[in-house]
């Protein structure tokens, strides 16, 4: 055996896990890969970003973004989703800590807050389809409804992901492989509200401002 | 060699995206990570909403302040609460990222770039249509 197999201790099985020669700890390699899943998912949605960017203008005489978004509404619920992605972190660093009160509060704080953002954002969608302008309307609209409706249906899928996570900690507590759920959970949570970041940007604020 | 530690001195351990690493996961320096987090982020969500509504700045400088007000938070989420940091046990992970970012920019641009010399170049839609007749 060299000197440097020694020093990393290759043959060492417990070793093997956390040095840079051998693989990577189960851990890293599922958040890794959900990473991977996440960026592919980023990517998604700039497609649906060029195709809005592409359409803006094509409101077929119908009304335009000026007409249509209120900020306020918008205010409320980058709000929403921006303190739910901090209590998503919070409810990491419990189910890190093994602390089940705070894991729990704050995985229904987040909870709650979602479920806000999404009450909002549907009242927003049926006050809009109500006064005419459905996602049939114009090329702009249909875009505007699949870019947004697509974040809104990301942040559904997260809702119910949610609460199966409390529910798994609760049935089989803080397991290796549960923790691994939180933390893919805790990363989907908090890139959706960066996919949020560049939704409010282009579509409410350049839109309104026009 | 009892008291060598692999992976701290000589060799980085990665970590996954969202893990602080194995070192530092003290709970009140997380809390404190995601409290920065939070503060610039609010910052600069309400520095993005006041310059929609402006009229303190040039026009049509608006569009590019907003862009670069979004750039500058999507940073601050990916620092703060998905942890991505310039560190060596992150190289993977930035890795990732960048070709994610080239990905979209190409996409984007490309799109945009693509359409526009369609607009500029084809005969609009209603005279193709006459002729079709």
Redesign the interface.
């Known amino acids: 055996m060299t000197t440097f197999e ?4 290759r043959d060492d099985p417990n ?1 093997v896990a ?4 051998g693989l ?1 700890s189960k ?2 390699l ?3 890969g ?3 899943f996440l ?2 998912d ?2 998604m949605f ?2 649906f ?3 809005y ?2 359409l803006v203008g094509q409101t077929a005489g119908g009304p335009g973004g000026q007409e249509l978004f209120h ?1 306020r509404t918008v ?1 409320l619920e ?2 929403c989703l ?2 739910s ?2 209590t998503c ?2 409810a ?2 419990g189910a ?2 093994y602390n089940r009160i705070w894991f729990y509060s704050a995985m229904a704080a987040t909870f709650i807050l979602g479920a806000a953002f999404l009450g909002l954002e549907l009242r927003e969608f049926a006050d809009m389809i109500a006064h005419g302008a459905g996602p049939t309307r114009s090329a702009f609209l249909s875009a505007f409804f699949t870019l947004v409706g697509c974040h809104g249906l990301h942040v559904t899928a997260g809702l119910l992901w949610l609460l199966t996570m409390m529910a798994q900690v609760f049935a089989k507590g803080y397991r290796a492989d549960i923790l691994r759920r939180v ?1 893919c959970f ?2 989907f949570w ?2 959706l ?2 996919i949020w ?2 939704l ?3 579509v409410y ?2 839109g ?2 026009q | 060699m009892s008291d060598f530690e692999p992976g701290k001195d000589l060799y980085h351990v990665d970590i996954a995206p969202g893990d602080v690493h194995q070192d530092e996961g003290e709970t009140t320096e997380g809390v404190t990570s995601y409290l920065i987090g939070l503060g610039l982020a609010t910052l600069l969500t309400i520095v993005s909403f006041f310059v929609s509504g402006t009229t303190l700045v040039w026009g049509p400088s608006i569009p590019v302040a907003l862009s670069v007000l979004a750039i500058a938070q999507m940073g601050v989420h990916l620092v703060f609460f998905l942890k991505i940091t310039t560190g060596p046990d992150n190289v993977n992970n930035v890795m990732a990222l960048a070709f994610g970012v080239l990905i979209v920019f190409l996409l984007i641009v490309g799109s945009l770039w693509i359409m526009a010399h369609l607009n500029h170049n084809m005969m609009p839609m209603d005279q193709i249509m006459q002729m079709q007749r």
Do not use: E, P
């Not at chain 1, 956390?18 to 020669?21: D, F, G, H, Y």
């Open positions: 020694a020093a990393t201790g070793r956390r040095t840079a020669s990577a851990r890293i599922v958040g890794y959900f990473w991977i960026l592919s980023i990517i700039s497609a970003f060029a195709t960017a592409v900020l205010g980058t709000a921006l303190v992605s901090f972190g919070l990491n660093i890190q800590t933390l805790c990363l908090h890139t509200d960066i970041v560049g409010f940007t282009v604020l350049m309104a401002g």
